[in-house]
Nanobody
Framework: QVQLVESGGGLVQPGGSLGLSCAAS????????MAWYRQAPGRERELVAA????????KYDDDVKGRFTISRDNAKNTVYLQMSSLKPEDTAVYYC??????????????WGRGTLVTVSA
């Protein structure tokens, strides 16, 4: 039973920082690339960042590159997203997921509840 539990969201002021965590279970975590997605109200879900199984490769959306950092701890079955210099347009529900393909990026057909990040003054 695949479980993806995101945490760490909250309210933060523009320019602030926030760290998200995703605890995964129900599959062999270390064998899968992982990714963070986000979905803002009225918008489609979009890829934010991805990290390969052994952290050989990382990928970022252009809008977050240089501000967000994805990382993982395979011993803890956890993937992280450290966000800095946050902007109001970063406001969204953030989801993690395992990837079934890197080229092209393709996520599992299971989504957790996500964690809400609100960037507002």
């Amino acid at each position: 039973q695949v479980q993806l539990v995101e945490s760490g969201g909250g309210l933060v002021q523009p320019g602030g920082s926030l760290g998200l965590s995703c605890a995964a279970s129900g599959f062999t975590f270390r064998d899968y690339a992982m990714a963070w997605y986000r979905q803002a109200p009225g918008r489609e879900r979009e890829l934010v960042a991805a990290i390969s199984a052994l952290d050989i490769n990382r990928k970022y959306d252009d809008d977050v590159k240089g501000r967000f950092t994805i990382s993982r701890d395979n011993a803890k079955n956890t993937v992280y997203l450290q966000m800095s210099s946050l902007k109001p347009e970063d406001t969204a529900v953030y989801y993690c997921n395992a990837l079934t393909s890197w080229i092209p990026i393709r996520a599992m057909n299971y989504w957790g509840r996500g964690t809400l990040v609100t960037v507002s003054a």
